[in-house]
Structures are given as structure tokens and as C-alpha cells.
């Protein structure tokens, strides 16, 4: 999917696959941080590797690879001689992640605005369908922020999407904890506009409005920091 060869942009955000028995690793990570943005792994849950290797039908070896990689991603928390754990973003976590995000994506969607491809934004907005038929039966985490790595690929700027890549999870990890005690969680309006905009190559209208969507997430999440502060101490 990504054309610029740096698969840890998309692996950052995993999607589900078909369980064809022992799961290959980069299936494997995508089936754990499924069941983390589900919530079917959370912040209070007690969790070892060998309860993982069970769960998951994997070695334990391969699961010790996955947590150290979800640890790169500040998604679980490693300690020495203690249980591995879901972390539980905190506000200043969140704030400094966004603001991130906003440099970063204010570039990538002005770079996606030069010349944009008639086969991109059929992908873009195929995406949002998904999204918006997702959010009839729940939370489009996932989906979500499979639209901003891909308007990410779009913009052509491998290292600036690279950098996204490693932002994503930590939002995603605090949306799902969020979105666990409000379930109101809702981007694909704002996706449609934003791709509207960078089909006309309106490039004010897209940071504009790529900026007000991060802005009002993070306003959301931060509106839930005591939510998100009781989850960090049950961790």
C-alpha cells in the first residue's frame, strides 16, 4: 500500500487479517493493537507473555518482539521484573503529540494539494465511505487514522510521513480510551472536507481545516483527561 518503502508508516496502524493458523509478526502486531484499541487489552488489564502467546496462538518469542515494538510506540509500558501494561496517555502526552501533528500535517496536506492524483483521492475517499459506515457500529479509530497516513503518502514527503507514522498510535491509543467511556468519536466529516479541499487544490481552506480537526480532537481528549488520568493510575 505505501510506495515509498517505509513500511513501519503503515504498520503503525494495523488493520485485522485472516488467521491462517501461527500468525506472521507483522499480523501478530496487528491483531495485539487491534485488541488494544478495542479495549479488549486495557490499561487495568493483567497480562503476561505467556497469557498473550495463548491468547493469540503465537510464541512467546514473537510476542516479546511485538510488545518491544508497541514500547517503541509509547503504547505499552516495560519495566523489569514487572508486568507489561497499557499505557495511559497523559494530558501533557496528548498536547505535545497534537502539536506535532499539527506541524507535521499542516505540510503534508499543502504538499498533497500540488498537482493531487484522480487515483488518490478515489483511495481517500473510498476511505471515508469505510469510515462512515464504521461509525454506524462503532468508534473508526483505526480507519481514522488510516486516512491521515494515507493523505500522508499522498503528500509524496517520505521522512515527514515516516515522522507521522510514529505520532499516529499514541493518538489512536488515547482516542480508543476516550472513546471506551463516550463511544461520540467522529472524523470522517472532516476527512470529506479536508480531501474536497485538497481536490481543488485550495491549499488555505486545507491546512485551515486540517488544523480546526486536530484542534478539536485534542480539545476532546483533553476534556476527558480525568478519564484518561483514572486509566493511568488503574495501569
Known amino acids: 500500500m505505501n510506495s515509498f518503502a517505509s513500511p ?43 497469557s498473550l502467546a495463548q491468547m493469540f496462538s503465537a510464541r512467546r518469542s514473537d510476542i516479546r518482539g511485538v510488545l518491544t515494538q508497541l514500547s517503541h510506540q509509547q503504547i505499552i509500558t ?31 496536506v499543502r504538499l498533497a494539494c500540488q498537482q493531487p492524483r484522480p487515483q488518490d483521492l478515489k483511495r481517500l475517499r473510498a476511505l471515508i465511505n469505510s469510515e462512515r459506515q464504521c461509525t454506524t457500529r462503532g468508534p473508526a479509530i483505526r480507519l481514522s487514522g488510516e486516512f491521515h497516513l494515507q493523505l500522508a503518502e499522498m503528500a509524496g514527503n517520505a521522512p515527514l510521513a515516516h515522522f507521522l507514522g510514529s505520532l499516529v498510535p499514541l493518538t489512536s491509543l488515547a482516542i480508543a480510551q476516550y472513546d471506551a467511556q463516550t463511544g461520540d468519536y ?50
Open 186 to 235: 467522529c472524523g470522517w466529516q472532516a476527512h470529506r472536507e479536508i480531501v474536497d479541499a485538497v481536490e481543488r487544490e485550495d491549499v488555505t481552506t486545507a491546512e485551515r481545516l486540517m488544523t480546526r480537526h486536530l484542534d478539536n480532537l485534542e480539545e476532546a481528549l483533553l476534556n476527558s483527561g480525568s478519564v484518561i488520568s483514572q486509566n493511568r493510575v488503574a495501569g
Open 78 to 108: 516495560l519495566r523489569t521484573h514487572h508486568r507489561p501494561r497499557v499505557a495511559a496517555p497523559d494530558a501533557e502526552q496528548i498536547r505535545q503529540t497534537l502539536h506535532a501533528r499539527r506541524l507535521t500535517e499542516t505540510t503534508l
Open 8 to 50: 513501519q508508516i503503515f504498520t503503525a496502524l494495523p488493520f485485522s487479517r485472516t488467521d491462517t493458523g501461527k500468525p506472521p509478526a507483522d499480523d501478530l502486531y496487528s491483531r495485539i493493537f487491534d485488541a488494544i484499541l478495542e479495549q479488549r487489552i486495557h490499561a487495568a488489564s493483567r497480562f503476561t507473555e505467556d
